[in-house]
């Protein structure tokens, strides 16, 4: 029985263990999204960047469907800089009143001409200083969640779900400590009846 029962204690430890992990990788993530949020919501409020490259790579969502097929609307991009861009190349470049995602058709020395794969007409010519970076990298579809978790509405809800979750995972350790107590109490009233079996 004793052991059967140090068997339980063992597996029981073993889960709270685990989703206490889980608990911290969660609030780990929250933490980084949320400061994400504050970093590109500061960066294009204050500072006017419309498209924040911290580390030298950008995210951003796709607007219209001047590159379809090759992206969609509400397609996420990864943008990363780069010393220099080749024709076929797909950049982002600031039209000066938008952020712009074309393919490169022509290039004379600094000055690049593009055009949308669904456009029937070029762009007007731009400078290679215009564009933020290349696009290495699509997730179809995941603007929705992008947009989402960058609205007033996204940010409160990180914000509660990461205070809910760090409330659990205090009322957990909580719950854990007085279990482990009153299991060492119980261990401790065994032991002494154990002694005064054997003292009779």
Known sequence: RHKSEMMLMKEKTKKI???ALIRRISLAIL???LGLNVYFANAQSLAGN???MPLGFGVAVVLSGSMEPTLSVNDVIIVRESESYNINDIVVYDSGREMIVHRIKEQNGDTLTTKGDANNISDEPISAE?????VVFSIPYAGAIVKAL???VGIIVIILTAILLTEGSFRRKKESDENRIEEIKEEIRRLKAERDNKSE
């Open 17 to 19: 263990k685990y989703s």
């Open 50 to 52: 419309k498209l924040p």
């Open 31 to 33: 933490g980084i999204l």
């Open 150 to 152: 960058r609205s007033p």
């Open 130 to 134: 215009a564009v933020k970076g290349k």
